[in-house]
């Protein structure tokens, strides 16, 4: 009964390989997240879907593509791995994006490794 | 989106009284207060909220000064599973989309 799921928790690739992180939210929610969380440890938003539309799309590489089949789900396809995109990436939802009080609820986070 | 600036890091010896200090200078009239930590390998935990006035539920209080340009979490009584990131954030408006704007965070230790 896990609020936040992601799939796989942990995925370890060669440069160059093109790969998918997958989410589920079973709490209603109409708003999903992706956040990535470097080395440094710093954690920002990549990208937000609300109602499978998308919202927010940081300045982040073309190579990573959101796919949203629908609400309940927010997947990230990365093509062409680098090195560079070795980090922790976390899913969340929130119940809408019209209010300032809604909180965000995270997944596990997938840990990928570049090699 | 309104800059907070935390305290690096804390110490705190278990079962005493954890307050973290944040400021928001900046903060705009209708913005929130968001807290959330991260324990070691896992994603952010929701803590609190607060606009103006003082809130305080099971995990945690949270205290907003009256010109809204500080704030202060407790943990009343910390253990050693509060032993964690705390990020103090100003929720955003529109043009960000609702996303949450992580900072640094104040990595809060807990002593036995």
């Known amino acids: 009964d896990t609020a936040v799921s992601q799939t796989p928790k942990y995925l370890v690739t060669q440069m160059g390989n093109d790969k998918s992180i997958k989410c589920e939210q079973n709490l209603g929610h109409d708003t999903m997240y992706w956040y990535k969380q470097d080395s440094k440890k710093f954690l920002k938003i990549m990208f937000s879907?609300?109602?499978?539309?998308?919202?927010i799309n940081e300045t982040v590489p073309n190579r990573f593509s959101p796919k949203s089949p629908d609400k309940a789900h927010l997947n990230l396809h990365i093509n062409s791995l680098e090195l560079g995109d070795s980090a922790v990436y976390f899913c969340?939802?929130?119940?809408?994006?019209?209010?300032?009080?809604?909180?965000?609820?995270f997944g596990p986070g997938t840990r990928l490794l570049v090699l | 989106d309104a800059k907070t600036t935390q305290p690096t890091s804390m110490d705190c010896a278990e079962g005493r009284a954890a307050n973290l200090p944040c400021n928001h200078s900046?903060?705009?009239?209708?913005?929130?207060v968001y807290w959330y930590r991260q324990i070691h390998s896992q994603g952010p935990q929701y803590i609190i909220h607060?606009?103006?006035n003082n809130e305080t539920n099971e995990m945690a209080s949270l205290i907003i000064t009256e010109d809204r340009k500080s704030s202060t979490l407790i943990l009343p009584h910390a253990t050693l599973r509060d032993t964690a990131v705390y990020y103090c954030i100003v929720r955003g408006g529109v043009d960000s989309g609702y996303a949450l704007n992580f900072g640094k965070g104040t990595s809060l230790l807990v002593t036995p």
């Open positions: 879907y609300n109602n499978k539309e998308l919202i």
């Open positions: 900046t903060i705009s009239g209708n913005e929130y």
């Open positions: 607060g606009l103006k």
């Open positions: 969340a939802s929130s119940p809408r994006t019209s209010g300032r009080r809604e909180t965000q609820y």
